[in-house]
């Protein structure tokens, strides 16, 4: 019995393919990210604000390596004051729209009833707008900045989770174990945020992470628009915008924000995948 | 069939009026002082009085839902008020450009196809081959790029650096269609490629496919003939799926390439803070999303005998 059982454990270990790996490499590439946004004001070379005109749009050398714009600000310094905003800007907005959607989710599938039916009904007219169409509304409602952005974008975000966690909390709310928590006398809050949450808990937080990417192109997106942050402040999407008009002399002015923002949505979509892959029994188990 | 088409559209009916409420009463919230911004934006400082009889002219003094029935109303036969800007009628000015981005959409869309379904098929039927790695590497980094800043590579490359295509829209439709068609084929063939690839690869491990090689049934047959009739379901709905995307999509590509569509005018729009285009916009796109599932619900309905037979049963 104990000798068949170690067979199996080795053959685990064989097949085991390099998802814990990579998941490990992908969330210290995240936390170097992370890092770089939070400690943005330390690592400029020089100060992303202050305008030279003498060095207005110079092409990428040793001193200024992404070159600098059209009022002489260099891009790298400009690049990295920028993350902050557009990385914790979006995990702003995920966690927000993850939060607000898996509590309202959670009280439609444990409610059900009247509850339910008004909130699924407007999540579903939510859902039945085109996403962006929707977030431009709010934006022009709201006026621009980055809070309101993010407002904007949150508003047309949420219904997702809530459907997710309100079809998960269904599932779990048929289980037998719940029967048993109940009948040992758990009030409904613990018996939400101790059991079912828990349980729940994974699905959510893959669809969260997975956009991520997304969320940072909306965001962008908006800014790039002109709808996200105001002048002069550096954020990536408004630099592309700054740049376009000066697409064919100075290059990189559009290309050092848009490559950051490509790589940085890059190592998220990278870091969602390999969540999922790592929280799928399945994916774990199936050798390549 | 006609049972559940009837069906449908009556579902629409609730829809239809949360998502015009909605438009409606978000720009409410923010209209109440575009009498007043207006006006500002004029140059002229002007007394409370005119401002009520402005706020008067445009039915902005009457009681909300009041508001909410004349617009409706006026949505219906073709009467949504006039821009605050250009003082033209904005169910004019609308429809003058919606075909523009029609167009847009539709190119996208095909070139999508054009491009993801041959992708997915030759990624999923070389699974795990180099070609398979190639495609699925692609797709990833099509994923990973904002439309807009994929709008500036090409700009860059084929406009700037050789000089082929013309880098805004000018009066060769020909040309200037190529690039915003591309910019958005790009990052929607990128996303379904991988779903293409993924259903197809899916379809390929069913029992039946394995009794048709059996049977000494060629490869191409059986995927051309089986399997991509199976696959064309999920394909339908993206394709569905890509068209409310793109909807939004255009808002960006339109503007950098100065496309002439309902994109370009809603964000213009909302620089000006012209609320009745704003609010024309918003309500038709998402009637227009609507719309275009349903035909798909009832495409899917039609096409798939599971669905089908299941659906008239319920």
Same mark, same amino acid.
């Given at each position: 019995?104990?000798?068949?059982?170690?067979?199996?454990?080795?053959?685990?270990?064989?097949?085991?393919?390099?998802?814990?790996?990579?998941?490990?490499?992908?969330?210290?590439?995240?936390?170097?990210?992370?890092?770089?946004?939070?400690?943005?004001?330390?690592?400029?070379?020089?100060?992303?604000?202050?305008? =030279?005109?003498?060095?207005?749009?110079?092409?990428?050398?040793?001193?200024?390596?992404?070159?600098?714009?059209?009022? !002489?600000?260099?891009?790298?310094?400009?690049?990295?004051?920028?993350?902050?905003? #557009?990385?914790?800007?979006?995990?702003?907005?995920?966690?927000?729209?993850?939060?607000?959607?898996?509590?309202?989710?959670?009280?439609?599938?444990?409610?059900?009833?009247? @509850?339910?039916?008004?909130?699924?009904?407007?999540?579903?007219?939510?859902?039945?707008?085109?996403?962006?169409?929707?977030?431009?509304?709010?934006?022009?409602?709201?006026?621009? &900045?980055?809070?309101?952005?993010?407002?904007?974008?949150?508003?047309?975000?949420?219904?997702?989770?809530? $459907?997710?966690? $309100?079809?998960?909390?269904?599932?779990?709310?048929?289980?037998?174990?719940?029967?048993?928590?109940?009948?040992? !006398?758990?009030? @409904?809050?613990?018996?939400?945020?101790?059991?079912?949450?828990?349980?729940?808990?994974?699905?959510?937080?893959?669809?969260?992470?997975?956009?991520?990417?997304?969320?940072?192109?909306?965001?962008?997106?908006?800014?790039?628009?002109?709808?996200?942050?105001?002048?002069?402040?550096?954020?990536?999407?408004?630099?592309?915008?700054?740049?376009?008009?000066?697409?064919?002399?100075?290059?990189?002015?559009?290309?050092?924000?848009?490559?950051?923002?490509?790589?940085?949505?890059?190592?998220?979509?990278?870091? &969602? +995948?390999?969540?999922?892959?790592?929280? +799928?029994? $399945?994916?774990?188990?199936?050798?390549? | 069939?006609?049972?559940?088409?009837?069906?449908?559209?009556?579902?629409?009916?609730?829809?239809?009026?949360?998502?015009?409420?909605?438009?409606?009463?978000?720009?409410?919230?923010?209209?109440?002082?575009?009498?007043?911004?207006?006006?500002?934006?004029?140059?002229?400082?002007?007394?409370?009085?005119?401002?009520?009889?402005?706020?008067?002219?445009?039915?902005? =003094?009457?009681?909300?839902?009041?508001?909410?029935?004349?617009?409706?109303?006026?949505?219906?036969?073709? =009467?949504? !008020?006039?821009?605050?800007?250009?003082?033209?009628?904005?169910?004019?000015?609308?429809? #003058?450009?919606?075909?523009?981005?029609?167009?847009? @959409?539709?190119?996208?869309?095909?070139?999508?196809?054009?491009?993801?379904?041959?992708?997915?098929?030759?990624?999923?039927?070389?699974?795990?081959?180099?070609?398979?790695?190639?495609?699925?590497?692609?797709?990833?980094?099509?994923?990973?790029?904002?439309?807009?800043?994929?709008?500036?590579?090409?700009?860059?490359?084929?406009?700037?650096?050789?000089?082929?295509?013309?880098?805004?829209?000018?009066?060769?439709?020909?040309?200037?269609?190529?690039?915003?068609?591309?910019?958005?084929?790009?990052?929607?063939?990128?996303?379904?490629?991988?779903?293409?690839?993924?259903?197809?690869?899916?379809?390929?491990?069913?029992?039946?496919?394995?009794?048709?090689?059996?049977?000494?049934?060629?490869?191409?047959?059986?995927?051309?003939?089986?399997?991509?009739?199976?696959?064309?379901?999920?394909?339908?709905?993206?394709?569905?799926?890509?068209?409310?995307?793109?909807?939004?999509?255009?808002?960006?590509?339109?503007?950098?390439?100065?496309?002439?569509?309902?994109?370009?005018?809603?964000? +213009?729009?909302?620089?000006?803070?012209?609320?009745?285009?704003?609010?024309?916009?918003?309500?038709?796109?998402?009637?227009?999303?609507?719309?275009?599932?349903?035909?798909?619900?009832?495409?899917?309905?039609?096409?798939?005998?599971?669905?089908?037979?299941?659906? +008239?049963?319920?």
């Amino acid at each position: 019995m104990s000798g068949e059982k170690k067979i199996t454990v080795r053959k685990q270990k064989t097949r085991k393919n390099h998802t814990r790996a990579k998941l490990i490499f992908f969330l210290i590439l995240t936390a170097v990210l992370l890092l770089i946004a939070a400690f943005a004001k330390y690592l400029c070379p020089y100060d992303p604000y202050a305008q =030279d005109l003498t060095l207005a749009q110079k092409a990428p050398c040793p001193e200024h390596l992404l070159g600098t714009d059209r009022y !002489g600000r260099d891009m790298l310094s400009r690049v990295i004051t920028g993350s902050t905003v #557009s990385i914790y800007g979006t995990l702003i907005l995920v966690a927000v729209i993850t939060v607000v959607g898996t509590v309202i989710g959670i009280l439609c599938g444990w409610r059900g009833g009247k @509850t339910e039916a008004v909130l699924m009904r407007i999540s579903d007219l939510f859902l039945a707008f085109p996403g962006l169409v929707f977030a431009l509304a709010v934006a022009a409602v709201l006026g621009g &900045g980055i809070q309101n952005a993010i407002i904007a974008l949150a508003v047309i975000g949420w219904p997702k989770f809530a $459907r997710l966690a $309100r079809g998960l909390t269904l599932t779990q709310k048929a289980s037998p174990y719940l029967m048993a928590v109940k009948l040992s !006398g758990s009030s @409904t809050g613990k018996l939400l945020i101790k059991h079912i949450l828990p349980n729940i808990a994974g699905p959510i937080l893959v669809t969260a992470v997975l956009d991520i990417g997304t969320m940072m192109m909306e965001l962008a997106g908006l800014s790039f628009l002109g709808l996200g942050v105001k002048p002069p402040m550096a954020e990536w999407g408004s630099m592309i915008n700054d740049g376009r008009s000066m697409l064919q002399i100075a290059p990189w002015m559009v290309l050092a924000p848009g490559a950051a923002i490509f790589i940085t949505v890059m190592i998220f979509n990278l870091l &969602g +995948d390999t969540v999922r892959d790592y929280m +799928d029994p $399945r994916e774990r188990n199936r050798g390549k | 069939m006609i049972r559940y088409i009837f069906k449908r559209l009556l579902q629409l009916i609730p829809v239809l009026i949360g998502i015009t409420f909605l438009s409606f009463a978000m720009m409410r919230l923010a209209g109440g002082d575009a009498v007043t911004y207006m006006y500002e934006n004029a140059g002229a400082a002007v007394s409370q009085e005119i401002i009520d009889k402005t706020k008067a002219e445009y039915g902005l =003094d009457k009681p909300f839902p009041v508001q909410y029935a004349n617009w409706f109303s006026g949505m219906v036969t073709g =009467d949504m !008020g006039e821009s605050y800007v250009s003082h033209r009628d904005v169910y004019e000015t609308f429809t #003058s450009k919606l075909p523009a981005t029609i167009m847009l @959409t539709l190119s996208s869309v095909v070139l999508t196809v054009l491009l993801a379904v041959p992708l997915g098929i030759l990624s999923a039927v070389k699974h795990n081959k180099w070609i398979d790695h190639v495609i699925r590497f692609l797709s990833f980094v099509g994923n990973s790029m904002p439309n807009f800043f994929a709008a500036m590579v090409l700009m860059y490359f084929l406009s700037v650096k050789l000089g082929i295509l013309p880098v805004v829209t000018n009066s060769d439709l020909g040309q200037s269609i190529i690039l915003p068609t591309l910019t958005l084929a790009v990052s929607m063939a990128a996303k379904y490629t991988r779903q293409v690839r993924a259903t197809v690869l899916e379809e390929l491990n069913k029992p039946y496919v394995m009794g048709a090689k059996a049977r000494g049934i060629r490869g191409s047959v059986i995927i051309w003939k089986s399997v991509m009739k199976a696959s064309m379901l999920t394909i339908i709905t993206l394709l569905a799926l890509s068209i409310g995307n793109l909807l939004g999509g255009t808002a960006i590509v339109e503007n950098i390439f100065m496309w002439d569509g309902v994109g370009k005018l809603a964000v +213009d729009a909302i620089n000006m803070r012209d609320y009745p285009i704003i609010q024309a916009y918003v309500a038709w796109m998402a009637v227009i999303y609507v719309l275009v599932n349903l035909v798909t619900d009832i495409l899917y309905h039609y096409l798939d005998p599971r669905v089908r037979l299941g659906g +008239d049963r319920a």
